[in-house]
């Protein structure tokens, strides 16, 4: 009997021992002063121009608006190496990069989608697909 009681005894303490082990070092964790590592995102707020120049193409389907990526206004606007581009129809924003052509200003996203420009004349498509072609729009914008 006395056997019994030492083994239960002993595991008892065992267990005790063990949780008692488990919790320091939990508690030792949870008290060291290191503070948590946060990566850090660098954001570029990119200035958005509702009143960019708008191209509409020929049979008036597809209207779409540089909305940043100008500088300067009117006849002497010009595009940077990126440009922002909103399909004013269904909201879809395209980010383009300048990509070398040999006439013209050709942009291209991730996805192969290309806003191509030669003087006020614009070709939209993806791949060797020509969605659209019209026009810089001499309208006011609306707002």
């Not at 996203?109 to 072609?133: H, S």
Request: charged share 30%; proline share 3%.
């Amino acid at each position: 009997m006395k056997k019994v009681f030492l083994i239960i005894s002993g595991l008892a303490l065992t267990i005790c021992a063990c949780n008692s082990k488990k919790e320091k070092v939990d508690t030792d964790t949870l008290n060291t002063n290191a503070a948590p590592q946060v990566e850090e995102k660098v954001s570029t707020k990119i200035p958005i121009n509702n009143e960019g120049p708008l191209y509409v193409s020929s049979d008036n389907q597809y209207r779409f608006r540089i909305i940043s990526g100008v500088k300067g206004e009117g006849d002497s606007a010009q595009f940077t190496d990126n440009i922002i581009i909103r399909n004013e129809n269904d909201g879809r924003v395209y980010d383009m990069k300048l990509v070398p052509t040999a006439s013209g200003d050709k942009y291209e996203d991730k996805e192969g989608n290309y806003f191509w420009t030669k003087e006020d004349d614009f070709m939209f498509g993806k791949g060797d697909n020509v969605v659209a072609e019209g026009k810089i729009s001499t309208q006011a914008s609306p707002h």
